[in-house]
């Protein structure tokens, strides 16, 4: 591929992606005074909030939290209407962001990369565009998301059903209408159960395929009213660092106290309270909830006993029953999940007791049975944290390709870049806390460092920045000495790939919040240690 086309094709930068991670990249790039071409597959910007649009889709961290603080004038002048923004409203969000900071004059949507080959010679990447269009650029920035490729399970037969079939993370922008449908909804994950309480409501029929029950919380989202917004808005920097103190980066009325600490009252009473106030807070009730199986099942066990509550016919609750480690996958948060399955038209099938067998012209056979459907809703996840970086066909140095570098499992330093390629970043790659915290400001974290990496390496006219095999190695092994020492990897999730046929058993993002930051910040002032700078 050539790396020096035309200087019309010729960019200080690269950025993969428009969704929150490449806005900021592109904007903090120019400010940089850097030029900067982004490239988005969608045809509008947005990322994860462009593509999944299926009923119910929300965000689970709080609107006023999960939003770009590096505007005190955008974040005054955004109003968000509920606690739990809706899926619209965050696109609409992000749409006027790339208005608000005119960053659409750089942004090539309808575009994939395809490849991006590092030249030695001249320390630039040569990058291919779907297009057909090949691009120079000293810097690649990979703003590709860490959900953004979905995982499409391939049952025998999926090609020939002869109604439509969805993915959650692929929705048609014109919506679904199931009114009167049979519908199958596979999966059981954060997007099935947002969306099927809706479903239910719609469909004649509804079929839900469950591999794992999942554990979920009451999201409790309701309309943010004028006080609460302008509290909020008045204190806005002292908030957002609170924020940045806790455990995921978000408010999580986080404890020191061991579950162990209190006696059972006190332990169910909290954990009363905190199902009353809904969302992901309720796995910060205690400090050893993750660390301790014991101090986990007493939460579990709460959860559990709710499910029995709510799910009236016992047979029904004890299938959706978790007899797994709560939050060791990502907790869900919903709004009348459990209580759907009381409904005479929705129809739970287990399929470790009736695997699915195939995929047919009118509908699914499981254990033996036959479903006739009209609509297949897969809600069957992503190849996250990996799977859009190895989409495209990455080359460093030496040709070395990063689909083989990564073959056992992600290697990164800090989960910002890989040794081996020079000049490529990543935005809350595999290595960082990313998914475990709160995505924006973690986002914008990342974007700030490189931010600084950029202008250090400028100041001393170092043209390569590049990732030291040794700190990346040890940075590897501190990620997974840590996960190792938690609940995570007991529970076969997508944190691990676990999800993805074939993929390696590798816990990708970094159970490390705020030490994270201190440690970047501390690699920073010590001159950028664990990077080449030439
Ligand atoms: P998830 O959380 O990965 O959920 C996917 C669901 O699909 C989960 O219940 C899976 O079961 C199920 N699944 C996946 N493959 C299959 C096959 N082959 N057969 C049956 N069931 C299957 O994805 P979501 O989109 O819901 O949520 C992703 C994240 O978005 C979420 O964590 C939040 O951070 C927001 P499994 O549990 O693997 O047995």
């Keep these: 591929m050539a790396d020096d086309p035309d200087t019309e094709h010729r960019y200080d930068a690269v950025v993969v992606g428009a969704g929150f991670a490449g806005l900021y990249s592109l904007h903090k790039l120019r400010s940089l005074g850097l030029s900067a071409r982004a490239f988005e597959a969608g045809s509008g910007v ?28 955008l974040q005054q002048e955004w109003r968000w209407s509920e606690r739990y923004s809706p899926q619209p409203e965050i696109l609409s969000y992000l749409n006027h962001v790339a208005d608000r900071f005119d960053l659409r004059r750089d942004i090539q949507l309808d575009t994939r990369v395809d490849a991006a080959h590092f ?35 391939d049952f025998k037969g999926r090609d020939s059903f002869r109604g439509p079939i969805y993915h959650t993370g692929k929705w048609p922008h014109e919506g679904v ?5 049979r519908v199958a909804v596979i999966g059981t994950g954060s997007s099935a159960i947002q969306s099927i309480p809706i479903v239910a409501e719609q469909a004649s029929q509804l ?96 959860v559990r006993a709710k499910i029995r509550q709510l799910v009236r016919d016992p047979v029904v609750a004890a299938k959706l029953t978790p007899h797994t480690t709560v939050g060791c996958k990502r907790l869900c948060a919903d709004s009348g999940y459990f209580e759907t399955f009381n409904r005479a038209n929705v129809t739970l099938v287990d399929v470790n007791e009736a695997p699915i067998e195939e995929i047919t012209p009118t509908g699914l056979r499981a254990g033996g049975k036959h479903y006739e459907v009209d609509v297949i809703v897969f809600a069957t996840g992503f190849d996250a944290m990996t799977g859009a970086a190895l989409a495209i066909d990455i080359r460093g140095k030496g040709g070395l390709s990063l689909r083989k570098k990564w073959e056992a499992g992600p290697r990164t330093y800090l989960g910002l870049a890989t040794a081996g390629f020079p000049n490529l970043f990543l935005i809350t790659g595999p290595g960082s806390p990313s998914v475990l915290t709160n995505m924006v400001p973690s986002i914008e974290q990342h974007v700030n ?45 997508w944190y ?39």
């Design 46 to 73: 947005g990322g994860t909030w462009y593509w999944n649009r299926y009923p119910g889709a929300r965000c689970d961290v709080e609107s006023m939290e999960y939003s770009y603080q590096f505007s005190d004038e």
């Design 119 to 153: 030249n030695e010679t001249s320390g630039r990447w040569a990058v291919r565009t779907s297009d057909g269009a090949s691009w120079s650029s000293r810097f690649v920035i990979m703003a590709t998301g860490c959900l953004s490729t979905a995982n499409m399970p």
């Design 177 to 181: 209408d199931f009114t009167g449908k």
């Design 207 to 302: 079929f839900v395929f469950q591999r794992t029950p999942n554990f979920s919380v009451p999201a409790a989202n309701r309309p943010l009213d004028e006080e609460e917004v302008r509290r909020v808005k008045s204190q806005y920097g002292e908030l957002r660092r609170m924020a940045s103190q806790m455990g995921f980066g978000f408010n999580t009325r986080s404890v020191e106290t061991s579950a162990f600490d209190v006696s059972e009252e006190e332990r169910t009473a909290e954990y009363e309270a905190r199902w009353q106030s809904g969302g992901l807070p309720f796995m910060a009730a205690y400090s050893d909830l993750i660390l301790d199986k014991r101090a986990n099942d007493t939460a579990a066990d709460f």
């Design 449 to 493: 460092w490189i931010g600084d990496l950029l202008t250090f390496a400028k100041q001393r006219q170092g043209e390569r920045i590049e990732a030291n095999v040794d700190a990346e190695d040890a940075w590897v092994s501190h990620v997974n000495e840590v996960a190792g020492a938690t609940l995570y990897p007991t529970c076969n999730s």
């Design 496 to 534: 691990l790939g676990a999800n993805v046929p074939g993929k390696p058993r590798v816990f990708m993002p970094y159970l490390g919040f705020p030490e994270y930051v201190v440690k970047a910040d501390e690699v920073a002032r010590n001159g950028y240690e664990g990077f080449s700078i030439e």
